[in-house]
């Protein structure tokens, strides 16, 4: 069976490229369309893999914040989470100018997360990061996206290691080497 998820993100200068399994951008007068498709996880796996049985915290979007942060509703509390292991350019934080690719980044997130959307949270070593926000692999519960690594591999957000929390962080560092060799994003616009 056939899942396909359909990402508008207005006002991205882009060009035709291919991303890989199950994946394409393309561009129509000023916005991207991007999709996501997969026919099984086995021919799909890096990016819509089951999702790992660490990723044991169940939740649902509120809204997305920026391009790196989410809000969910987990154990009845609205929670504030950074994804773990990339780092988006800065688009909503005050007195910061905003970054290249900043509001790409987030209407990205925001499309691929719209709020109600069930997701699952992974944790690593270190569950809070210095400000006290939980950090976490964030994958989508309809179809096990791993969206730390989809934003990375389509160069809407950077990778970046903060250890101790690096377990997933091969798969980022890859995912950002193929996306700036192929000009993705923010790779090919800033």
């Known amino acids: 069976m056939m ?41 799909a796996q890096d990016l819509a893999a089951t999702v790992p049985t660490s990723a044991d915290e169940r939740a649902v979007v509120d809204r997305v914040v920026d391009g790196d942060t989410i809000m969910v509703e987990l154990d009845g509390d609205i929670q504030r989470i950074r994804l773990i292991g990339i780092d988006a350019p800065e688009s909503v934080t005050p007195d910061v100018p905003q970054e290249c690719y900043g509001p790409e980044a987030s209407a990205a997130l925001s499309q691929l997360l719209p709020p109600g959307t069930e997701v699952w949270l992974e944790s690593d070593q270190e ?20 969206i730390n690594q989809w934003l990375t591999t389509h160069g809407f957000v950077e990778s970046r290691s903060y250890p101790p929390n690096i377990s997933r962080q091969d798969t980022l560092d890859a995912a950002e080497l193929d996306a700036a060799d192929n000009d993705r994003g923010m790779w090919g616009n800033c």
């Open 127 to 146: 569950p809070q990061d210095r400000f006290g926000r939980p950090l976490r692999y964030v994958y989508r519960g309809d179809d096990g996206l791993f």
């Open 3 to 43: 899942r396909r998820s359909l990402v508008v993100v207005a006002g991205l200068a882009a060009t035709t490229a291919g991303f890989g399994v199950g994946c394409s951008l393309e561009t129509d007068l000023g916005s991207t369309a991007i999709q996501v498709e997969s026919d099984s996880p086995s021919t």
